[in-house]
């Protein structure tokens, strides 16, 4: 992949590379990702529709889930990697089984839930968070395999445009399109205000442990908000040379590390406490990121962040490191990163899979 020019910080390359194509051989253009809870799956929403779900162990598709209507929102449930699907007239859920020793999704349906379009979507363990366009939130809660039940509307709040789950699922964290980032308990009690900004909140990703959110706004800053009583604004991330980023700001490295931003084509990963960025992701100016995800690491399993792009490109990339310096090579899990001075020209090498 060519390197862009100039480029004021370090750059590093992705270790694996995907490409997303339909039956005809044509590109398709990612539209989200998702990691499971385990970080051994990954659910990709493309423009054909259909989920495409990746195993990370051995970075292959391993499942195409088609769907009758629009896919609204998704997430996994699990940490056996089943999958919730929100559509316009109710939702489904896939679930990962084995069969003659072949591992299969089955779905099965759940209709009369009404979450209307476009519902704005949050996710916990045994909770589920939805707001429809009028702006009634409510919150479902589902066991197993079961349909969400017993549904409890907390509120109506018109122009809800994001939320998380913080405190264990006990309480939501929001923002709406005209710029009040509020506070709410998930068992029930009124809506509070935390802060009102000037410009529409677009996303907000939550570091539980920490007490942290990362809200971001319509024209293409961050801020890094602690959720305690009387704190607020910690840090902002807007460099002058970012274009306004298509994905919103999200923690990595277990919230040491932020992704947001992209200049020229690359996305930037930057320091949270310093709020300076560290290093690029090498990316074609001509292929825009479309969405990201990050992955933490678990049970001894290492961490990676994810992208998708418009052209179907799907990139593997090294966490960042304990230190927030850029990742190097690790022989334990073959994550790779190379570091170039921008004038080089370097294409992307596919490591082999674990």
């Given at each position: 992949?060519?390197?862009?020019?100039?480029?004021?910080w370090?750059?590093?390359?992705?270790?694996?590379?995907?490409?997303?194509?339909?039956?005809?051989?044509?590109a398709?253009?990612?539209?989200?990702?998702?990691?499971?809870?385990?970080?051994d799956?990954?659910?990709?929403?493309?423009?054909?529709?259909?989920?495409?779900?990746?195993?990370?162990?051995?970075?292959?598709?391993?499942?195409?889930?088609?769907h009758?209507m629009?896919v609204e929102r998704?997430?996994?449930?699990?940490?056996?990697?089943?999958?919730?699907?929100?559509?316009?007239?109710?939702?489904?859920?896939w679930?990962?089984?084995?069969?003659?020793n072949?591992?299969?999704?089955?779905?099965?349906?759940?209709?009369?839930?009404?979450?209307?379009?476009?519902?704005?979507?949050?996710?916990?363990?045994?909770?589920?968070?939805?707001?429809?366009?009028?702006?009634?939130?409510?919150?479902?809660?589902?066991?197993?395999?079961?349909?969400?039940?017993?549904?409890?509307r907390?509120?109506?709040?018109?122009?809800?445009?994001?939320?998380?789950?913080?405190e264990?699922?006990e309480?939501?964290?929001?923002?709406?399109?005209?710029?009040l980032?509020w506070?709410?308990?998930s068992?029930?009690?009124?809506l509070r205000?935390?802060q009102?900004?000037?410009?529409?909140i677009?996303?907000?990703d939550v570091?539980?442990?920490?007490?942290?959110?990362?809200?971001s706004?319509?024209?293409?800053?961050?801020?890094?908000f602690?959720l305690?009583?009387?704190?607020?604004?910690?840090?902002?991330?807007?460099p002058e040379?970012a274009?306004?980023?298509?994905f919103?700001?999200?923690?990595?490295?277990?919230?040491?590390a932020?992704?947001?931003?992209?200049s020229q084509?690359?996305?930037?990963v930057?320091?949270?406490?310093?709020?300076?960025?560290?290093?690029?992701?090498?990316?074609s100016?001509?292929?825009?990121?479309?969405?990201a995800?990050?992955?933490?690491?678990?049970d001894?399993k290492?961490?990676?962040?994810?992208t998708?792009?418009?052209s179907g490109?799907?990139?593997?990339?090294?966490?960042?490191?304990c230190?927030?310096?850029?990742?190097?090579?690790?022989?334990e899990?073959?994550?790779?990163?190379?570091?170039?001075?921008?004038?080089?020209?370097?294409?992307v090498?596919?490591e082999?899979?674990t």
């Amino acid at each position: 992949m060519t390197r862009p020019r100039d480029f004021r910080w370090p750059l590093v390359d992705g270790y694996q590379v995907a490409q997303m194509r339909n039956l005809h051989g044509q590109a398709q253009t990612i539209k989200s990702i998702a990691i499971s809870l385990s970080g051994d799956y990954v659910a990709v929403h493309c423009s054909d529709e259909k989920i495409h779900m990746w195993s990370t162990a051995t970075r292959q598709e391993v499942a195409k889930l088609a769907h009758a209507m629009p896919v609204e929102r998704f997430a996994f449930t699990d940490e056996r990697g089943s999958l919730l699907v929100l559509h316009e007239q109710g939702g489904l859920r896939w679930e990962k089984v084995w069969k003659h020793n072949v591992m299969k999704w089955l779905k099965s349906k759940f209709s009369g839930w009404d979450f209307g379009p476009q519902p704005v979507f949050a996710r916990t363990e045994g909770r589920l968070a939805t707001a429809n366009k009028a702006g009634e939130l409510t919150v479902w809660t589902y066991h197993g395999t079961g349909a969400p039940q017993r549904p409890q509307r907390l509120f109506v709040r018109p122009s809800i445009s994001a939320m998380q789950f913080v405190e264990d699922g006990e309480a939501l964290v929001g923002g709406t399109s005209d710029g009040l980032l509020w506070y709410a308990r998930s068992a029930g009690g009124s809506l509070r205000s935390l802060q009102v900004f000037d410009q529409a909140i677009t996303s907000i990703d939550v570091d539980n442990e920490a007490g942290r959110a990362l809200v971001s706004f319509a024209d293409g800053h961050a801020v890094l908000f602690n959720l305690q009583p009387g704190a607020g604004v910690e840090r902002t991330y807007a460099p002058e040379e970012a274009s306004r980023s298509s994905f919103g700001a999200l923690f990595a490295a277990g919230g040491k590390a932020v992704v947001y931003g992209t200049s020229q084509g690359c996305a930037l990963v930057w320091d949270t406490l310093k709020a300076q960025v560290v290093y690029g992701m090498n990316n074609s100016e001509d292929d825009p990121i479309t969405c990201a995800a990050a992955f933490d690491g678990h049970d001894g399993k290492p961490g990676y962040i994810l992208t998708g792009s418009k052209s179907g490109q799907i990139v593997w990339w090294a966490q960042p490191s304990c230190a927030l310096s850029v990742p190097v090579v690790s022989s334990e899990t073959n994550f790779v990163s190379r570091v170039a001075a921008s004038s080089k020209k370097r294409t992307v090498k596919k490591e082999p899979a674990t």
